[in-house]
């Protein structure tokens, strides 16, 4: 064993591109571009909060509820804190969304710029206790209505008008994803020894013929679903796909979008419109797994089957069905509805 350095390990080692760089070289928009740094910067202090959450007594709940009746856990509360006043502070924001506020924040116009932002600061803050991967999520709108001052009307709009969309996984590594409209797909790694964003991966696609035979969801909730999802879970079964449901979206979907397989978090019983966020879930998840090659659907919703991201939200806290991931397998649940209906 040498203690040299081979020449690929110094390339990789001195030739770098952090999120900035990467932003500025891309976007070509500075406004978007401070915009992006500073949900990364959001999500850095995030990752730093949840690493040391046991250390500085954040483990348990903070004693409210948040906008969807959930009640909020210590970390929950410092996230949305977090990332609101980063981007508040940015200059570029006049709307946000956070699934911790039941009302939008509209940012002053003497401080506001022109996009509108919905984000879930810490997604799967459920599983933060006992040391599993949790997230962020977020997407991003440019500001419709005349004048400095946002509106609510700015962010409830279809998905396809999404600027940018992107989570960060909070897990062995801190990683983030995000991607534009119509762009890209691109993968960044926190380096905890210089504290930036270093980008690893470009143009991400879901694996070719639908990867590996996996199916998450939560069979817990099997009890209430319709008889289209339990046809799909025992196909799978049949079709000897495995079974891997981590809880919190963030990383189910990662897997998913790595690996192949499908994401299922369908409406049910208790949740007749499903149990997960239009605005900030759905919707940039949605953009994401369509980017990558994938199918992001509804399921039977309203009435009829739909592309997630063209529903038309109404309320900021809006709910659907969300089922998501390769082709091959979102299409399988899809023929069950179509067969049922």
């Known amino acids: 064993m040498t203690s040299e350095m081979s020449v690929e390990n110094i390339a990789s080692e001195s030739d770098f591109k952090t999120l900035t760089q990467w932003l500025m ?8 571009t401070v915009l ?7 999500c850095k202090a995030t990752s730093r909060a949840c690493a040391k959450a046991g250390i500085a007594g954040l483990f348990g709940m903070y004693g409210s509820e948040n906008s969807s009746g959930d009640e909020q856990k210590k970390l929950d509360v410092l996230s949305n804190d977090i990332f609101v006043n980063a981007l508040v502070k940015s200059g570029s924001c006049c709307v946000l969304v956070s699934e911790e506020n039941e009302e939008p924040i509209i940012v002053p116009e003497e401080v506001a710029g022109r996009f509108c932002v919905a984000f ?8 933060i206790d006992c040391n599993v991967s949790t997230g962020t999520i977020f997407a991003v709108y440019e500001k419709v209505s005349p004048g400095k001052l946002g509106t609510v009307k700015d962010i409830l ?3 396809n008008d999404i600027v940018a969309a ?3 996984m909070y897990g062995a590594a801190t990683e983030l994803v995000m991607c534009f409209k119509a762009g890209k797909v691109e993968r960044f790694a926190l380096d905890p020894s210089l504290g930036e964003f270093v980008h690893t991966h470009s143009n991400v696609k879901i694996p070719e013929g639908g990867g590996k035979k996996i199916y998450s969801c939560n069979e817990g909730n099997s009890l209430n679903w319709d008889e289209s999802i339990k046809s799909s879970i025992a196909f799978f079964k049949e079709n000897k796909y495995a079974a891997r449901y981590v809880g919190s979206m963030v990383s189910d979907v990662h897997r998913t979008i790595l690996y192949g397989g499908c994401f299922i978090y369908p409406a049910d019983k208790k949740s007749p419109k499903g149990k997960l966020r239009v605005l900030y879930e759905g919707f940039p998840m949605a953009l994401i797994v369509e980017a990558v090659g994938g199918v992001a659907s509804t399921g039977m919703f309203n009435g009829s089957i739909q592309r997630m991201l063209d529903l038309v939200p109404t309320d900021i806290h809006e709910r659907c069905p969300v ?13 069950y509805y179509k067969k049922d209906a």
Do not use: H
Not at 25 to 32: G, P
Not at 36 to 42: E, S
């Open 166 to 168: 992107g989570y960060c």
């Open 120 to 127: 879930d600061p810490l997604d799967g803050s459920s599983n």
């Open 25 to 32: 070289a891309n976007t070509k928009d500075l406004e978007l």
């Open 157 to 159: 709009r279809t998905g």
């Open 36 to 42: 992006m740094a500073q949900l990364g910067l959001a």
């Open 323 to 335: 089922i998501l991931g390769c082709p091959r397998d979102v299409e399988i649940v899809l023929s």
